[in-house]
């Protein structure tokens, strides 16, 4: 069993900078692919970046690209969303999850998910 537990979310203005954190916990990630996703109200649940455990690489859905880090810290096992040039657009609640399947981007292929944190940007 793996537990996610998301924080770093907020109001905030257009062109700020939120950094979301994914503590996890229960058991060894080395074999996990960990990613964001984030769900807007009426829409489905949409990819943002994914990073491997072990092998750090990571990827990111075209929104992301260039405003968006995902990045880790393996003392402590936490996945972070850096997320800078914030958007209106950007306004959803976003999810930690982790997967034992690499590269995917389907949320229903991960397996353990956080209970999300929300963010909204205000223009």
């Known amino acids: 069993q793996v537990l996610l537990v998301e924080s770093g979310g907020g109001l905030v203005q257009a062109g700020a900078s939120l950094r979301l954190s994914c503590a996890a916990s229960?058991?060894?990630?080395?074999?996990?692919?960990m990613a964001w996703f984030r769900q807007a109200p009426g829409k489905e649940r949409d990819f943002v970046a994914t990073?491997?455990?072990?092998?750090?690489?990571?990827y990111y859905a075209n929104s992301a690209k260039g405003r968006f880090t995902i990045s880790k810290n393996n003392a402590d096992n936490t996945v972070y969303l850096q997320m800078n040039s914030l958007k209106p657009d950007d306004t959803a609640v976003y999810y930690c999850?982790?997967?034992?399947?690499?590269?995917?981007?389907?949320?229903?292929?991960?397996?353990?998910w956080g209970q999300g944190t929300q963010v909204t940007v205000s223009s």
């Open positions: 229960g058991r060894a990630f080395s074999g996990y692919f």
């Open positions: 990073i491997g455990w072990s092998t750090g690489r990571t």
């Open positions: 999850a982790a997967s034992l399947i690499p590269g995917v981007m389907t949320a229903r292929q991960y397996t353990y």
